[in-house]
């Protein structure tokens, strides 16, 4: 069983093999199937990348938050204990009840900014999925393709039938980088990237 399957993998090598000499002498191969690395489109294009360094920052600068807020509860919370023996019981409590209160909001208020800040990276993305896929769609057109499947659900192709390169290109050309919304909104177009 091993024995044939190397055979028909080798048939299936063979094959890709020779067509990759057409395709190098023409800018691409048309075929109605083609492949496409999603995951490579957000990380190596400009404004996939703009938008990943924005939520990057903005996660660097919230766990700075956390650390300092952490730090001054902890200085809070030192004093308090060293207060204790020179307060009245009852006043103890009051103070020791306040803080307490204080630190749940507090872990509320920096849970609440965690959860939007994972909300802003999945609008992002799926913004900047919303924008490619006219690009995408376009290329497909121009290499006759009439399907496309994720590259890593693919076992074996041709390297000419993988679109991601040229659909990378083409966010760089056309879609801003500097247009990306702070709010996490996504990216937007520039001019020439409206679909057809």
């Known amino acids: 069983m091993q024995g044939t399957r190397a055979a028909v993998l080798a048939v299936l090598l063979t094959a890709l093999a020779t067509m990759s000499a057409p395709a190098q002498e023409a800018p691409f191969l048309r075929?109605?199937?083609?492949?496409?690395?999603?995951?490579?489109?957000?990380?190596?294009?400009?404004?996939?990348?703009?938008?990943?360094?924005a939520l990057e920052d903005a996660s660097a600068a919230l766990a700075a938050e956390n650390r300092q807020i952490e730090a001054e509860l902890i200085a809070e919370e030192r004093d308090l204990t060293e207060r204790?023996?020179?307060?009245?019981?009852?006043?103890?409590?009051?103070?020791?009840?306040?803080?307490?209160?204080?630190?749940?909001?507090?872990?509320?208020?920096?849970?609440?900014?965690?959860?939007?800040?994972?909300?802003?990276?999945?609008?992002?993305?799926?913004?900047?999925?919303?924008?490619?896929?006219?690009?995408?769609?376009?290329?497909?057109?121009?290499?006759?393709?009439?399907?496309?499947?994720?590259?890593?659900?693919?076992?074996?192709?041709?390297?000419?039938?993988?679109?991601?390169d040229e659909v990378i290109a083409a966010i760089d050309a056309r879609l801003v980088p500097e247009a990306l919304d702070p709010s996490g909104a996504g990216p937007e177009t520039g001019g020439e990237a409206s679909a057809e």
Not at 35 to 51: H, K, P
Not at 86 to 93: D, T, V
Not at 96 to 125: H, N, P, S, W, Y
């Open 84 to 164: 204790r023996a020179a307060l009245p019981s009852e006043e103890f409590r009051a103070m020791a009840e306040a803080f307490d209160e204080k630190v749940v909001e507090t872990r509320r208020v920096q849970d609440a900014k965690a959860r939007a800040l994972a909300q802003r990276r999945e609008v992002g993305q799926q913004a900047f999925y919303r924008q490619v896929l006219p690009l995408v769609a376009e290329i497909v057109r121009e290499r006759g393709g009439v399907v496309v499947l994720e590259r890593d659900a693919v076992i074996l192709s041709a390297e000419q039938v993988d679109i991601t």
């Open 31 to 53: 075929s109605p199937v083609l492949t496409l690395d999603q995951e490579r489109l957000f990380v190596d294009s400009q404004i996939g990348r703009a938008l990943t360094e």
